[in-house]
Each structure stands twice: as structure tokens, then as C-alpha cells.
T-cell receptor, first 114, second 114 residues
């Protein structure tokens, strides 16, 4: 089986930096993704880490340590519009040869306050 | 020119009915998914379909069945609807060969069973 753990809620001040951690347990691990979802909307892709290290995309960065089964999403210069749920997701092998699936954590609700 | 489109956006129906949700992607992706998001925002994978191979989450009742007429479509049929089926259902697609990690989601179908 597989499991992902991330904090259920985080509150941070506008302009600050926040880190959302994710630990996972899975077999056939290929990579870790992060998605953002605003209330009433669909999840949208933020970043993907297939290898250890840091990936930076504008104000958002994501980190992966495969040996620790751990990753995080770092949001800098927080804006009010960043208030949303953030999901980590593992890309892992499916049951058939060459097949994959994307399994999500339970999400972290980020509230940005003035 | 929507990448992943699903219909209908809202669906209200009575217990015991049979309903279908349609999903189409025009991205040429080789993998499609169905997810159920409950009131606690947990995104639970229901099915993934890759190169005509269906991977079923074993916790999904057999009242739910995916149908893929071609690579661009993955429809969801639900028989004998129950109150607990009320949720938002998301279709998604990704390209699992080559660049990986990014899944595109449809707008979601909010299903309410009364």
C-alpha cells in the first residue's frame, strides 16, 4: 500500500515564507508532485521532483529526498491569493508493466492572513 | 480548446438511479484517471487507465465502472447510486512516457444524491 502524510492546516502572514512538508511510504516510487486547489476549483499542477534536490519555479520551490521519503513545498513572498489547499502526490508504479498511477495526500489548507 | 473537459458540472439525482459522467482530453495523453473528492477534500484515486490497462482501486465498489471508448475518453458509470456517493468527481490525464509528473484535471462534477 501507500500513504502520504502532510499537515492538515497551516496559517501564515502575507509576505512571509511557509514550508509544507510531505512524507510518504510507497513501493515503486518515481517522483513527488505538488498541486494547488482553490475552493470550488480543480487541482492545478505546481511542481514535480523525480530526483533529489530543489526545483524552483518563481515564488514556489519543491524539494525531495528519496532516501528520507520526504519532500516539501516552499512558498515565498506569500500573497492572499495563495490561500488554498496544497496536495503532495506520489507517482508510483501500477500493477501492470509500464503502468503508473498518481496518489494524493490529504492536503494542507493554507490560510494567508494580512 | 479546454484540455480536460468533463460533463456535467453538476448532477443531482435520486438514490437508486444510474448515472454517467463523461470525460475527454485533447492533450494526446496516454493515461487518464478518475478521482473522488469528499467533503474533507481527500482526493481518492478510483481508477487509472493507461494503454488500455485499467487499474482499479480495490476499495471502489463495483457499482462504479469506467468505460474508455478510445484513448481520449474515460467515462464513469455509476449504478444504484447511494447517498454516500455524493462528492466531487475529477477526471485527469497525464503523459506517462517522456516528461512526467504533471496531471491536468477537469473542472469536476459535483454529484449530489438525494
Amino acid at each position: 500500500g501507500q500513504s502520504l502524510e502532510q499537515p492538515s492546516e497551516v496559517t501564515a502572514v502575507e509576505g512571509a515564507i511557509v514550508q509544507i512538508n510531505c512524507t510518504y511510504q510507497t513501493s515503486g516510487f518515481y517522483g513527488l508532485s505538488w498541486y494547488q486547489q482553490h475552493d470550488g476549483g480543480a487541482p492545478t499542477f505546481l511542481s514535480y521532483n523525480g530526483l533529489d534536490g530543489l526545483e524552483e519555479t518563481g515564488r514556489f520551490s519543491s524539494f525531495l529526498s528519496r532516501s528520507d521519503s520526504y519532500g516539501y513545498l516552499l512558498l515565498q513572498e506569500l500573497q492572499m491569493k495563495d490561500s488554498a489547499s496544497y496536495f503532495c502526490a506520489v507517482r508510483e508504479a501500477g500493477s501492470g508493466a509500464g503502468s503508473y498511477q498518481l496518489t494524493f495526500g490529504k492536503g494542507t489548507k493554507l490560510s494567508v492572513i494580512p | 480548446d479546454t484540455a480536460v473537459s468533463q460533463t456535467p458540472k453538476y448532477l443531482v439525482t435520486q438514490m437508486g438511479n444510474d448515472k454517467s459522467i463523461k470525460c475527454e482530453q485533447n492533450l494526446g495523453h496516454d493515461t487518464m484517471y478518475w478521482y473522488k473528492q469528499d467533503s474533507k477534500k481527500f482526493l481518492k484515486i478510483m481508477f487509472s487507465y493507461n494503454n488500455k490497462e485499467l487499474i482499479i482501486n480495490e476499495t471502489v465498489p463495483n457499482r462504479f465502472s469506467p468505460k474508455s471508448p478510445d484513448k481520449a475518453h474515460l467515462n464513469l458509470h455509476i449504478n444504484s447510486l447511494e447517498l454516500g456517493d455524493s462528492a466531487v468527481y475529477f477526471c485527469a490525464s497525464s503523459q506517462e512516457s517522456g516528461h512526467v509528473g504533471e496531471a491536468f484535471f477537469g473542472q469536476g462534477t459535483r454529484l449530489t444524491v438525494v
